[in-house]
C-alpha cells in the first residue's frame, strides 16, 4: 500500500500486528495505532493493506460537487424520499407559474395570493404525511384491528376531502 493512499481514521491490516487504525502520517512512514500500541509503519515495504472497502475514482471529467449532486440526486429519487421542490414534477403543466387568489367577501379587505407551485407542494406534503400515518397504523401492533379500521375511516375522510384538488394533478394515479 502507499503512503498517499492512506487518510487519518483508516483502518489497516499489517501481517504481524494485525487490525490498526491512522492515527498521524508523515512523509515517510504512518503511525498506526495496533491492540498492543501505536507503531510507526512503512506502508510499502511494512505490508499494510487496508482493512475496509475502497473506492478509486480516476478520469473524472467533472467537478467533484457535480459528481456528488448526481449521486446525492439519484439516490434520493430512488429511495423517494420527498424534496422542497419535488412535487412541482407533479403538478399539470397548465398550473406551472399560475396563482392563486383568495378574494375576501369584505371589499375592504385585501386579497391573498399563493403561487400554485406553493399551494401544490403543501399539498403533496400532506398527502405524503397521510400515506405516512396510514402506514404506520397498519404497522403498529398495539392497536387492535377496530381501532385501525377507525383510524383509517378517519384517514379516508381526509384524502376525500382534499379530492377537490385532483384537477391540480398531472397524472390520474397522483390524485387523492
Not at 1 to 19: A, I, N
Not at 50 to 57: R, S
Request: charge should be negative.
Amino acid at each position: 500500500m502507499k503512503l498517499q493512499d492512506l487518510h487519518l481514521g483508516q483502518r489497516v491490516l499489517h501481517p504481524q500486528h494485525g487490525e490498526g487504525v491512522v492515527k498521524a502520517i508523515n512523509e515517510f512512514a504512518a503511525e498506526i495505532l495496533f491492540l498492543e500500541g501505536r507503531k510507526p509503519v512503512e506502508p510499502e515495504s511494512g505490508g499494510l493493506a487496508p482493512a475496509e472497502p475502497q473506492a478509486g475514482l480516476s478520469g473524472l471529467s467533472m467537478p467533484l460537487e457535480t459528481l456528488l449532486t448526481r449521486v446525492v440526486d439519484a439516490t434520493v429519487d430512488r429511495l423517494g424520499v420527498e424534496r422542497p421542490d419535488g412535487s412541482v414534477h407533479e403538478l399539470a403543466s397548465r398550473w406551472k407559474a399560475g396563482r392563486m387568489v383568495l378574494q375576501p367577501a369584505d371589499p375592504s379587505l385585501q386579497a391573498k395570493e399563493v403561487d400554485l407551485e406553493t399551494f401544490f407542494h403543501k399539498l403533496v406534503m400532506m398527502r405524503n404525511q397521510l400515506r405516512v400515518l396510514e402506514q404506520k397504523i397498519n404497522a403498529s401492533e398495539t392497536l387492535s384491528s377496530a381501532e385501525k379500521f377507525d383510524w383509517q375511516q378517519y384517514i379516508t375522510r381526509c384524502y376525500g376531502s382534499m379530492t377537490t384538488f385532483n384537477l391540480l394533478f398531472k397524472d390520474k394515479e397522483s390524485n387523492f
